[in-house]
């Protein structure tokens, strides 16, 4: 069985992760401790390196790390890098800003996309494999769908009609920003002595 670490402290998207691997054949670990460095980076590839690193470094271990965040092009990809910090409070809190700053806005213009880096670091620091998902659709002016966290109940996919909080864990896994990513670890970790 493979094994590797998950840089996050964050309990949805390890949850995500474990279920992507279930049968997969592979164990993930996640980090000891209260686990939340210091994102500093420009890009959503360098917050990746910089999660995965800290992990590695504090386990002594190859960690992989990951960051995600929304891009509106209506707001010129904001929140982007800061989408889980865009507003103070929960989900419910950051998802009403979004719909504020979008009010003015029709739909058809909301496009949107979710971006997932990710990045596995061995604790020199050295970067052995970075990886972009994506998934594009729309911001509804409406939330729908009870699954997923952050802004899926108003991240919209026109070719299943579906918001990204109606998919089954499934659906999610093959459909999702972060799916994409973890696709292209899997392919990654089975093709490497690891």
Not at 55 to 76: P, R, S, Y
Not at 108 to 116: D, I, P, Q
Not at 128 to 147: E, M, P, R, V
């Amino acid at each position: 069985m493979k094994k590797i670490i998950f840089a996050t402290g964050n309990k949805n998207k390890l949850k995500e992760v474990r279920d992507f691997f279930k049968d997969k054949n592979v164990e993930i670990t996640k980090v000891k401790n209260n686990f939340n460095p210091n994102e500093t980076g420009a890009t959503f590839e360098e917050n990746a390196y910089i999660k995965a690193f800290e992990a590695a470094k504090l386990m002594n271990e190859i960690a992989f790390g990951d960051d995600t965040g929304l891009e509106v092009d209506a707001l010129e990809g904001r929140p982007g890098i800061y989408s889980s910090r865009y507003a103070n409070g929960t989900d419910e809190t950051k998802m009403d800003k979004l719909l504020r700053e979008l009010s003015d806005v029709p739909v058809e213009k909301r496009t949107a996309r979710f971006v997932c880096a990710i990045s596995i670091v061995s604790p020199d620091g050295k970067e052995l494999f970075k990886c972009i998902g994506i998934a594009n659709g729309f911001i509804k002016d409406t939330k729908q769908g009870s699954q997923g966290f952050g802004y899926d109940p108003v991240f919209f996919i026109p070719e299943i009609n579906k918001t990204m909080a109606e998919l089954s864990t499934k659906e999610k896994n093959q459909l999702s920003h972060r799916g994409k990513a973890l696709k292209q670890l899997e392919n990654w970790l089975f093709n490497t002595d690891l």
